[in-house]
């Protein structure tokens, strides 16, 4: 009998994203970076990969990420889209306290730490 775990995956879009969001997330997670941009031919591989996964879209607040996000939207359209502060317009410079708020929103486990450093 097949199991109904669903296994979550995060796209990303840089290596210094993915190191931020792994620094962050407590539970096992699947971080897949971009590069930036994805050819059709690697985003129909990634649509069969994640049938039946949990995919998030955290990409930077920046017409490049707002690009892929688009791309994303019409490939997947089941993907949770998560959002950073415009503010601070990419993921890598946004502060840990402000990228685990918005993975906790979308009940990804993070380390408690990252929570409390916004409350002080």
């Not at 669903?6 to 290596?15: L, T």
């Not at 950073?84 to 929103?105: F, G, N, Q, S």
Request: one cysteine or more; charged letters at 35%; aromatic letters at 8%.
């Amino acid at each position: 009998m097949e199991s109904v775990y669903s296994e979550k995956v995060i796209i990303v879009e840089g290596s210094s994203d993915k190191r931020k969001v792994e620094s962050v997330v407590k539970e096992d997670v699947e971080i897949i970076c971009t590069n930036g941009t994805i050819s059709l031919t690697r985003l129909d591989e990634l649509v069969d990969e994640l049938y039946n996964k949990d995919v998030f879209i955290l990409v930077d607040a920046d017409e490049s990420g707002e690009k892929l996000r688009k791309q994303f939207k019409r490939e997947m359209p089941d993907a949770v889209h998560l959002y950073i502060d415009r503010m601070y317009r990419e993921v890598a410079t946004a502060p840990k306290y402000h990228i685990a708020t918005v993975l906790l929103t979308a009940n990804i486990d993070v380390y408690a730490e990252y929570l409390e450093q916004r409350m002080n």
